[in-house]
T-cell receptor, first 110, second 111 residues
Framework: QKEVEQNSGPLSVPEGAIASLNCTYS??????FFWYRQYSGKSPELIMS????GDKEDGRFTAQLNKASQYVSLLIRDSQPSDSATYLC??????????FGDGTTLTVKP | DTGVSQNPRHKITKRGQNVTFRCDPI?????LYWYRQTLGQGPEFLTY????????KSRLLSDRFSAERPKGSFSTLEIQRTEQGDSAMYLC?????????FGPGTRLLVL
């Protein structure tokens, strides 16, 4: 079992819809959780960070964290074709190394 | 504030050759990380530094890989006697606290 698992893709949504991306992690002592967006051939770009249980909203993006269930999610509202990318979930302990999932590829169709 | 920079951006080498990559972190970031990423996979941790100290190195990392950060600023990653399996994107990230910011990466192709 991988330390960080993301729902298998690809995920396809129509423009304007809500895209829901999920991630589970195995290390209960993990402290920091991140979502990165990665366009093909490019490096990961930070979208959201979340450290405590609950929801965190930033524009069209909402991250949700449930430490009891070891679950992190990312919601993208009003999805745009420019949101089409691979989304990586990352988990970190004590500002050390990050452990990444293999990503979920999202396609937003016009 | 400039972002993380990496050089070269692309490297093609023949099997058995040595290669060295450089990473310049965001100024004032005391932590610097190296990751490797292959197609369809998430970034895989290689090693990280806090200032000039190398605090962790992946157990999966071959002895052919070495990294330095001599003055606590830029870092180099060297791969000796490259193998075809070393072909990947090598990513550098830096942080002041928990949040890591990535550079553009160095894409290595070993022929």
């Amino acid at each position: 079992q991988k330390e960080v698992e993301q729902n298998s893709g690809p995920l396809s949504v129509p423009e304007g819809a809500i895209a829901s991306l999920n991630c589970t992690y195995s290390d209960r002592v993990s402290q920091s959780f991140f979502w990165y967006r990665q366009y093909s051939g490019k490096s990961p770009e930070l979208i959201m960070s979340i450290y405590s249980n609950g929801d965190k909203e930033d524009g069209r993006f909402t991250a949700q964290l449930n430490k009891a269930s070891q679950y992190v999610s990312l919601l993208i509202r009003d999805s745009q074709p420019s949101d089409s990318a691979t989304y990586l979930c990352a988990v970190t302990l004590n500002a050390g190394k990050s452990t990444f999932g293999d990503g979920t590829t999202l396609t937003v169709k016009p | 504030d400039t972002g993380v920079s990496q050089n070269p951006r692309h490297k093609i080498t023949k099997r058995g050759q040595n290669v060295t990559f450089r990473c310049d972190p965001i100024s004032e970031h005391n932590r610097l990380y190296w990751y490797r990423q292959t197609l369809g996979q998430g970034p895989e941790f290689l090693t990280y530094f806090q200032n000039e100290a190398q605090l962790e190195k992946s157990r999966l990392l071959s002895d052919r890989f070495s990294a330095e950060r001599p003055k606590g600023s830029f870092s180099t990653l060297e791969i000796q006697r490259t193998e075809q399996g070393d072909s990947a994107m090598y990513l550098c990230a830096s942080s002041f606290r928990e949040t890591q910011y990535f550079g553009p990466g160095t894409r290595l192709l070993v022929l």
